[in-house]
């Protein structure tokens, strides 16, 4: 079992910028690859980025790309997600999910665990 609380949500201006924050407790974190997922009102939740195991490798959506960055602190069992130059776009409930073993993917049904979320609002 492991439990995942996010944080770093808020209101910003569009071309602003965040940090999201998951921290992790129970099992091991360094067994568990990462990941972060958005969902905005009347939508499906939808993958943003992943990050494996060691942090070697990461997987992004293409909407996100040169703009959001996952990384994780396997020694502080934490994973983040920058996110610059925000779009009204970006507004959503931001998920942290974990998934037993290393590879990137994006299907929301492979992930194992899930945070509450923190809402993200971006304004035009």
């Given at each position: 079992?492991?439990q995942?609380?996010?944080?770093?949500?808020?209101?910003?201006?569009?071309?602003?910028?965040?940090?999201?924050?998951?921290?992790?407790?129970?099992?091991?974190?360094?067994?568990?690859?990462?990941?972060?997922?958005?969902?905005?009102?009347?939508?499906?939740?939808?993958?943003?980025?992943?990050?494996?195991?060691?942090?070697?490798?990461?997987?992004?959506?293409?909407?996100?790309?040169?703009?959001?960055?996952?990384?994780?602190?396997?020694?502080?069992?934490?994973?983040?997600?920058?996110?610059?130059?925000?779009?009204?776009?970006?507004?959503?409930?931001?998920?942290?999910?974990?998934?037993?073993?290393?590879?990137?993917l994006?299907?929301?049904?492979?992930?194992?665990?899930?945070?509450?979320?923190?809402?993200?609002?971006?304004?035009?």
């Amino acid at each position: 079992q492991v439990q995942l609380v996010e944080s770093g949500g808020g209101l910003v201006q569009a071309g602003g910028s965040l940090r999201l924050s998951c921290a992790a407790s129970g099992r091991t974190f360094s067994n568990y690859a990462m990941g972060w997922f958005r969902q905005a009102p009347g939508k499906e939740r939808e993958f943003v980025a992943a990050i494996t195991r060691s942090g070697s490798s990461t997987l992004y959506t293409d909407s996100v790309k040169g703009r959001f960055t996952i990384s994780r602190d396997n020694a502080k069992n934490m994973v983040y997600l920058q996110m610059n130059s925000l779009k009204p776009e970006d507004t959503a409930v931001y998920y942290c999910a974990a998934r037993i073993g290393s590879a990137v993917l994006s299907g929301s049904q492979l992930y194992d665990y899930w945070g509450q979320g923190t809402q993200v609002t971006a304004s035009s």
